[in-house]
C-alpha cells in the first residue's frame, strides 16, 4: 500500500444531518455482521497498522449510505455509524455527505461503482487475503497496482473494469493497490453478500489445495 489504511484521500465536505429513509439499512446491518464475525470487516493491531478496515454500502434514491470512517472494528452498526454520501465527483476528488458519521475512506470506490452500474444496489468492500491472493486463478479482475484506495487513480480503473464486456449485473473484483482489498457489487445486499461468501469459499478451496 502507497497510503495508509483508514486514511481519507478525497475532499470531503461534510455536515451533520439525517438518513435517508428509503435505504435497505437491514441489508446492511445483517451483511456488516457476517462480515465482522468473518473477519472481512474489522480491526487487528497485527494488520494495516492496526486501522479498522472494511466497509459496506447501499445505494439510496440520491446517492448512497455507507459505513462510517473507522467503523470496521465495531461488533455492529448502527444509525450512528453511518454517512450518506449525496454528491460526489471522482474528477475533482470530492465528495459531499451528511449523516452521523463522516463517511469511509473507500467511498469514492463505492459511488464510482454505483455510477458506472445503475443495476447495483449494494457494495461490500472487504479485507481478504485468501481472495486477494488467488485473484487470478478465481477468475477476478483487478485494479492497477499503482492505484491507491480511495482516489481519482482507483475511480478511474473500477471504470475500466465494469465497462470492460457488456451484461456486468453482479460481480467482484480485487484491487491490486491495496492489500488485500475485495470489492463486491450487485443489485442487492444478499446478493451481493451470498456472491462474496461464494468467492470466499473457492478461495478457501484452492488455499487448502495448494498447502
Keep these: 500500500m502507497t497510503e495508509s489504511e483508514g486514511v481519507i484521500q478525497y475532499q470531503l465536505h461534510y455536515r451533520p444531518g ?3 429513509a ?21 480491526q487487528d ?7 479498522a478496515y472494511g466497509n459496506i454500502s447501499v445505494r439510496a434514491v440520491r446517492g448512497f449510505v455507507i459505513s462510517g ?15 450518506w454520501v449525496e454528491i460526489f465527483d471522482a474528477e475533482r476528488n470530492q465528495l459531499s455527505a451528511t449523516g452521523p458519521a463522516r463517511p469511509s475512506s473507500e467511498a469514492m470506490t463505492h ?19 485468501t481472495i486477494w491472493h488467488r485473484a487470478r486463478q478465481l477468475g477476478l479482475p483487478s485494479t ?10 482507483m475511480a478511474a480503473e473500477v471504470t475500466r473494469l465494469l465497462s470492460s464486456g457488456p451484461g456486468i449485473h453482479d460481480g467482484a473484483f480485487v484491487m491490486g493497490g491495496h492489500e ?18 461464494d468467492v470466499l469459499a473457492r478461495a478457501t478451496d484452492l488455499a487448502s489445495a495448494t498447502g
Excluded at 45 to 51: E, I, M, Q, R, V
Excluded at 69 to 83: I, M, N, S, V, Y
Excluded at 115 to 120: C, D, G, K, R, T
Design 22 to 42: 428509503d435505504a435497505d439499512y437491514a441489508g446492511l446491518y445483517r451483511w456488516f455482521g457476517r462480515c465482522r464475525r468473518l473477519g472481512l470487516i474489522g
Design 18 to 20: 439525517n438518513l435517508p
Design 144 to 153: 492497477a497496482a499503482d492505484a491507491g484506495y480511495g482516489t481519482p487513480q
Design 69 to 83: 470512517t473507522q467503523t470496521g472494528g465495531r461488533e455492529t452498526l448502527g444509525p450512528l455509524d453511518l454517512a
Design 111 to 129: 459511488g464510482q461503482i454505483y455510477q458506472v452500474l445503475p443495476e447495483a444496489r449494494a457494495v461490500i468492500h472487504v479485507h481478504s487475503a
Design 45 to 51: 493491531p497485527a494488520l494495516y497498522g492496526g486501522f
Design 180 to 197: 488485500d482489498g475485495v470489492a463486491v457489487y450487485a443489485s442487492d445486499m444478499d446478493t451481493a453478500g451470498s456472491l462474496l461468501l
